[in-house]
């Protein structure tokens, strides 16, 4: 089991907006490849406030490559990647993958 994490920093005053569209993307396009186990968090004591971060839950690499590879598919996510880009503190997106020990 891996956890792919997606961090990002909302601008001043648009983390609820991004935090809306963030939540929609996943309920749609999200689900349509099969990102289902997904928990978002937010900034809150020790990191900052603007912090917003997706840990999405896989079996695999190979399955989240699958997923990533899907995404060419879907118009929509272009058009989400469109309406957050103001949303977002600029270079502030990145990936981290972790394996989940038990």
């Known amino acids: 089991m891996i956890v792919a994490r997606w961090q990002v920093n909302a ?15 996943w309920k749609t396009i999200g689900r349509d490849i099969g990102q289902t186990d997904v928990t978002i ?13 997706v840990d999405v839950r896989c079996p695999d690499m ?8 899907q ?3 879907f118009p929509e996510h272009k058009a989400f990647a ?4 103001p949303l977002v503190v600029s270079g502030s997106t990145r ?4 394996k989940v020990v038990t």
């Open 95 to 98: 990936w981290e993958i972790l």
């Open 41 to 53: 968090l937010t900034g809150s004591v020790g990191a900052a406030e603007s912090l917003i971060t």
């Open 71 to 73: 995404l060419a598919h």
């Open 11 to 25: 601008r001043f005053g648009q983390k609820q907006e991004l935090i809306d569209e963030i939540r929609n993307w």
């Open 62 to 69: 190979a399955e989240l490559q699958s997923q990533w590879d």
């Open 82 to 85: 469109l309406r957050v880009e």
